[in-house]
């Protein structure tokens, strides 16, 4: 099974035990990358919201005139840490995918010296050194390549901890909305002097954003598509609120049948999607065989859900969905697509 990035505390503590390992690596879903995936859907980083504030951006200037960032520069990440630099990083290593593909498209990624194990997009990123995961981060390694800035997500407080102790700048970069992932990602542009590369991205996003936005505006609460989206069979884990793929789901105009929850990565009955009834079901492609069991209709129980009686099951590219980063609006039209077919042709 293909691995995926990222999660807290919470779900790992959850996921540990005989298959704990294995189920780390599989649900390491990069951009379920919430620092408070688990839970109450807190940070558990720290605050987990939007920057704090940040010192040493210098004026766009006149238009035309390419924006660039005045050092020492100073912001607060999103586990609530104040982050320094004292001057334009230049070897810079990623240690999440999702920010390797914003580094990468916001005209960055001839500064990327190593990134986890877990990136492989764009293809540049599988000819750098790979610095290991989550739990077997290779910090002798990154030590050798002599960054001068490093970029994680949350629930990484003891990699953190480590790459401080070895003088290496690390920020924090977990948003936890569609919205956010846009300020992200010009907040990494600020922090590695490319601003104009990060307008350019967030400007294409923002519009196709908008775009979904509009079509499905006008849809009355009572027509909106109930959906389910699957993280893991075994436990039946799902998305709830506090999570961005939770954010992605309401932002395409589906209405997210674990919204009661109120928990970022909650575990769900069998019997509670039943009695939810999703028109929708969703999952993930490094799940193939709960999408298999659902076609087929072979999971017990769920032969009445109306998704599995109409065959609205889809399979999505884990990379589209579970990475907050530039792909993300790919995923969010994908799912528009399905929600409503009639509005998306």
């Not at 660039?68 to 995918?97: C, K, M, N």
């Not at 690390?170 to 490319?194: F, H, N, S």
């Not at 999703?278 to 209709?297: G, M, R």
Request: with cysteine.
């Amino acid at each position: 099974m293909r691995t995926r990035w990222t999660m807290g505390r919470s779900l790992q503590a959850l996921l540990r035990g005989r298959r704990g390992l294995a189920l780390v690596a599989t649900l390491l879903i990069l951009a379920l990358a919430l620092a408070g995936c688990g839970g109450a859907g807190s940070a558990p980083g720290g605050s987990g919201g939007s920057p704090a504030g940040s010192s040493g951006q210098a004026p766009a200037g006149e238009a035309g005139a390419a924006a660039h960032t005045a050092y020492p520069y100073t912001f607060t990440d999103d586990a609530g840490r104040q982050v320094t630099l004292e001057a334009r990083p230049e070897r810079i290593i990623s240690l999440a995918p999702s920010n390797t593909e914003i580094l990468f498209a916001i005209g960055a990624g001839d500064r990327v010296v190593g990134v986890d194990s877990f990136s492989d997009f764009p293809a540049e990123v599988k000819d750098l050194p790979k610095l290991g995961g989550l739990t077997d981060t290779n910090y002798e390694q990154i030590v050798a390549l002599k960054p001068d800035l490093a970029l994680t997500i949350g629930g990484t407080e003891d990699q953190v901890k480590k790459l401080e102790e070895l003088g290496i700048p690390v920020a924090v970069i977990q948003p936890k909305t569609v919205d956010e992932v846009l300020d992200r990602i010009q907040r990494i542009g600020e922090l590695v002097d490319a601003q104009d590369g990060a307008a350019r991205v967030v400007e294409d996003m923002r519009a196709r954003i908008d775009a979904v936005r509009q079509r499905v505006a006008g849809i009355p609460a009572e027509q909106r598509v109930r959906v389910f989206y699957e993280v893991w069979n075994d436990p039946l884990m799902t998305v709830g609120p506090g999570g961005f793929i939770h954010d992605v789901i309401v932002t395409a105009g589906g209405i997210n049948v674990a919204e009661g929850t109120g928990q970022a990565w909650p575990q769900i009955s069998l019997e509670e999607v039943v009695r939810q009834d999703p028109q929708v079901i969703v999952v993930p492609a490094s799940l193939e065989t709960s999408y298999k069991e659902l076609k087929e209709k072979r999971r017990q129980g769920w032969e009445g859900i109306t998704a599995v009686k109409e065959g609205r099951i889809y399979v999505i590219d884990d990379n589209l969905i579970s990475r907050p980063g530039p792909r993300l609006v790919e995923g969010l039209e994908q799912l528009a697509r399905w929600f409503y077919p009639d509005r998306f042709q």
